[in-house]
């Protein structure tokens, strides 16, 4: 249930994109009140970001299941992950590049090398360098963890390529625009470009789980 704050700065949001792109007002009538699906800022976070990377929701989510039902208790701790030998985690379906990609995020949590407390505090761009300064961490991975681990209110995953087809559509455009033409087009949205792209998202696809 949200609290009465929340209630509040979700009604300024919406009030203050209506008002500022009718494009995206007209997507929120069309798709409804804002549902944004939060997860916990943890290490199981970055891991499931990581397999989903280039592959589809449903192989994605398989094999996620399938490292999860891995672990001990079901969830996704550096120690727990590291039990596992690299030729288990093949079996269950991951590439040896993720494979190398979570390990070794692990053994950064582990150490305190990247301490995930600490990106709740400190501002997006510190997050969004501390994240891709991981091997595996992209822009669209620290993207994703911004908005939906850290609930940030201001991002736009500009290179995500659900965004960028759903503003051609949305804005009558002939080509996918690039990503340098979805951050000036977000200039409008700002400081609510997570509930701008949150609409963008839905409108392709509105039985997304997010």
Known sequence: MHSAPVLFRMRKAILALRKNDPVIGRLIDRVGPYRIRYIEPDFEALVKAIV??????????????RLTGAMPDGGLTPEDLLRLTAARMRS???????????????????SGKLNLEELKEVSDEEAMRKLTAVKGIGSWTAHMFLIFALRRPDVVPSGDLGIRAAVRKAYGMQDLPPPGEVEVLARKWSPYSTVACWYLWRSQEPDANL
């Not at 989903?52 to 299941?65: D, E, M, N, P, R």
């Open 52 to 65: 989903y990377q280039q592959l589809s929701g449903k192989v994605a989510a398989a094999i996620f299941g």
């Open 92 to 110: 269950l379906g991951l590439s040896r590049q993720k494979i190398d990609y979570i390990r070794g995020l692990a053994k950064l949590v582990r």
